[in-house]
């Protein structure tokens, strides 16, 4: 593994902790915690707005690897607002609670963002066979997002179940 990768990771996992910390005194002084009910897995009261933090890290990171032309500025300009919108929506869902049709149509429109910055989903080269999906494989990409984003919010506050499928989400976006 590339000795910038290492470090970009280590760095993105010190900051993330870091933010979440601090997201975590925050949501406990004002009282920004989930309250366990029936279908709950935890016990006790637990903190919400931790996810905040994995946002602003992304978005630092994509931008650092933007400035230094490590990733495409369609894909750059395409994930920055849709993290922002995912990053604000689900803020305030957890600080005031919103509507789930509110939150859906601005998850569907973070995840055209990117797809469309890219042009829809690429050409996948198989060697002899060359993958293009066109219109469906962009619907089927913002479908996917949507579904990860939702599928992360349904996970979160199980015991690091919401970590696995986020470094497998994350493994297959790469």
């Not at 395409?78 to 919108?85: A, I, K, S």
């Amino acid at each position: 593994m590339d000795v910038t990768i290492t470090v970009l990771l280590v760095l993105s996992f010190m900051l993330s902790a870091l933010i979440t910390g601090v997201l975590r005194v925050y949501a406990v002084k004002v009282s920004m915690v989930d309250i366990p009910n029936s279908r709950s897995s935890h016990q006790i009261p637990t903190p919400r707005g931790g996810g905040l933090a994995f946002c602003i890290t992304t978005v630092a990171i994509a931008l650092y690897l933007g400035t230094f032309g490590a990733m495409e500025k369609s894909l750059l300009l395409g994930v920055f607002p849709g993290v922002v919108l995912v990053a604000v929506v689900g803020f305030t869902d957890d600080f005031s609670g919103l509507r789930t049709s509110t939150r859906f149509i601005i998850q569907i429109v973070a995840a055209v963002l990117p797809v469309y910055m890219q042009g829809g989903w690429p050409t996948i080269d198989f060697g002899a066979y060359v993958f293009g999906a066109g219109s469906v494989g962009a619907i089927i990409a913002v479908i996917g997002i949507v579904w990860s984003v939702n599928l992360t919010n349904f996970m979160d506050g199980i015991d690091a179940l919401a970590s696995v499928q986020a470094i497998f989400t994350l493994a297959v976006g790469a």
